[in-house]
């Protein structure tokens, strides 16, 4: 999950930012190959994905001089609320990774786009452009003939996509949040208590579920902290405001691309022709709906 960049795009973007967009997009396309491989459980290792990342998310506010301290209560309360609710993206969007295929699991997981985008018109009370009915057309269309393979293969794949779209969900109301405090803080000191926040909603969650919390082996969780919470949403977060929105659209069907060949390579999971032809359907919409999207709008991952 990334926040984008409020700076504007320059006209001439250079081959190191070009470089950081797609090595974020594949760094956090590994996420849910991690949350696959990690012995604790699935939202277990969401849980280690933001408290692991504490430290390091403090010291680039440090470094970035985005206080930590100081903010008006309000701020807090949205901060609380906003962590709460990436908490619950994170458990939806892992336990839909443990029971669906990775392909779909990163497809839906980034489903908030389009939601984005039908919440924009609404809110703007504006009817919409071509682009965007083709972009809702389109989401629809793919998601349902994904929904209707996974339901083929089994109703376990089928409830793991839904887990996946309800991530995307609460990843809208995230988005909606953090963009009432935005203005006022950085990329880092926000990113850092909304973890702090979604650390106990994650622990009581694992808990309550009878999840293995503590694991045995730690890389995978390192792996999967270092590839979704620095890696990834640092070179995005370096990389966002140089861009247009088509230019981001596409370089983040690289993340699906690399789940396909993951899922392929370590799970034996094989795309049959309508799951190629949803997946390209719904990868459409996201890059229609990051083109209709207006500055300063958060992107997922």
């Keep these: 999950m ?16 070009f470089l950081a967009l797609l ?15 990690a012995d604790s459980g ?25 206080p930590l301290w100081g903010y008006a209560p309000r701020v807090w309360l949205i901060l609380i609320g906003a962590g709460m609710v990436f908490a619950a ?17 990163t497809l839906f997981g980034n489903s908030g786009s389009v939601i984005l985008m039908v919440w924009g018109l609404i809110a703007m009370h504006r009817r919409p452009h071509l682009r965007e009915y083709a972009a809702v057309a389109m989401a629809l269309g793919g998601a ?17 996509d839904l887990f996946c779209i309800l991530a995307g969900l609460f990843y809208v109301v995230y988005i909606l ?37 503590w694991p045995q082996h730690w890389l995978p969780l390192i792996g999967l902290m270092i590839a979704s919470q620095i890696v990834g949403q640092g070179l995005l977060v370096y990389a ?10 596409l370089v983040l069907l690289t993340q699906p691309a690399v789940s396909v060949v993951l899922g392929w390579f370590a799970f034996g999971e094989v795309l049959a022709l309508p799951d190629a032809i949803g997946m390209a359907l719904v990868g459409a919409a996201l890059v229609l709906a990051r083109v209709s999207e207006p500055a300063g709008e958060g992107k997922k991952a």
């Design 89 to 105: 993206d994170l458990a939806s969007w892992h336990v839909g990774i443990e029971m669906t295929r990775l392909s779909n699991a």
């Design 2 to 17: 990334t926040i984008s960049s409020d700076a504007a795009p320059p006209l001439r973007p250079g081959p190191m930012h």
């Design 42 to 66: 699935p939202v277990s290792a969401g849980l280690w994905r933001l408290f692991l990342a504490l430290p390091l998310l403090a010291l680039l506010a440090r470094t970035r001089r985005e």
């Design 144 to 160: 349902g003939l994904m929904l209707g393979r996974s339901m083929q293969i089994d109703a376990r794949t089928l409830a793991g």
């Design 177 to 213: 949040l953090v963009q009432n405090v935005r203005g006022r803080m950085g990329s880092w000191n926000l990113l850092f208590w909304s973890s702090v926040a979604g650390v106990p909603v994650l622990l009581i969650t694992a808990l309550l579920l009878g999840e293995p919390v």
């Design 23 to 37: 090595t974020g997009n594949v760094a956090l396309a590994l996420g849910p190959w991690f949350v696959r491989i």
């Design 240 to 249: 966002l405001g140089h861009f247009p929105p088509l230019v981001i659209g």
